[in-house]
């Protein structure tokens, strides 16, 4: 692709208890949606980076060669990939199978009418692109959560970065987000809300270089259920992590990038649960 994406490990990596299990290319909802039918965006602002190891293939009847696709056509460059663990489950590549189709023929749409009018009004045409890297962020016996990375640039100063994830349930066969798990998106912001504002405020001024100016446009904390929610463990067995990703422009200015919060689960957490699924955290030693 022209502007080669390299959407890592690096979203997931705090909330695993080793390294990322993705697709044969890199791979981390919706905190900046796309504009395409999936809600899985020049590259992205400054952030660290991390490759994917390439994954083990569970069933072998998966084909490898299917979980990731690249085109790159006059107008357009196109990327999407998603780990085998998720291809090996049936449900989960259909629904990965169809996002990847949605997203092209929106993407190759797109193109096309930006195309015509360019060649039309005489102005330049810049190529579109799309790209999005899905990953395990951790495997679960009754979970597996799933983390993505997305970039897309429609011909615009810059492209836009952004986030999405999901959980799948293997006792129910559903694909769930993270906050479907407790009992409100509020109760969730409200059971952890201080410490995620005081660990972004931490964030913010590491990068600012010094105290955050009470009057700026990006000193408020935001609500941390309208970012990216993932799931992660540290004991492979139950969920005591749990992951924001926060897209440009939401935290900060573009030139700061993204931002990547990770807290411990607590009793706070624990109580903001739907209690069918409390089993399935745990609060850390």
Request: charged content about 25%; glycine content about 8%.
């Amino acid at each position: 692709m022209r502007a080669k994406l390299a959407l890592g490990c690096a979203g997931a990596l705090a909330l695993m208890a080793g390294g990322c299990s993705g697709a044969a290319a890199p791979d981390a909802g919706g905190t900046a949606s796309p504009p395409t039918a999936s809600d899985t965006a020049a590259p992205s602002a400054p952030q660290d980076e991390a490759s994917a190891s390439a994954p083990e293939v569970d069933d072998p009847t998966v084909d490898v060669a299917d979980l990731n696709l690249e085109e790159d056509t006059d107008s357009y460059e196109f990327q999407f990939s998603y780990p085998a663990k998720a291809a090996a489950i049936p449900e989960l590549r259909s629904w990965f199978e169809a996002r990847r189709s949605a997203a092209r023929a929106e993407l190759a749409s797109a193109s096309r009418r930006d195309r015509e009018e360019a060649e039309k009004s005489g102005y330049p045409f810049h190529p579109h692109s799309f790209g999005a890297n899905w990953q395990v962020v951790t495997d679960l016996p009754d979970w597996l959560s799933l983390s993505s990375e997305f970039y897309t640039f429609t011909g615009g100063a810059h492209g836009m970065s952004g986030f999405d994830a999901r959980v799948w349930n293997r006792k129910t066969a559903t694909l769930q987000r993270a906050t479907d798990l407790f009992t409100s998106p509020e109760a969730l912001s409200g059971a952890l809300r201080t410490r995620f504002c005081k660990a972004l405020d931490d964030k913010r001024i590491e990068r600012r270089g010094g105290p955050l100016d009470p009057e700026g446009t990006f000193s408020e904390c935001i609500d941390p259920v309208r970012q990216t929610v993932l799931l992660g463990s540290s004991n492979g067995a139950t969920f005591d992590r749990i992951g924001f990703q926060i897209a440009p422009y939401e935290a900060g200015p573009y030139a700061e990038g993204s931002y990547e919060i990770t807290l411990p689960v607590d009793g706070a957490v624990m109580r903001a649960l739907k209690p069918q699924y409390r089993a399935s955290f745990s609060i850390p030693d």
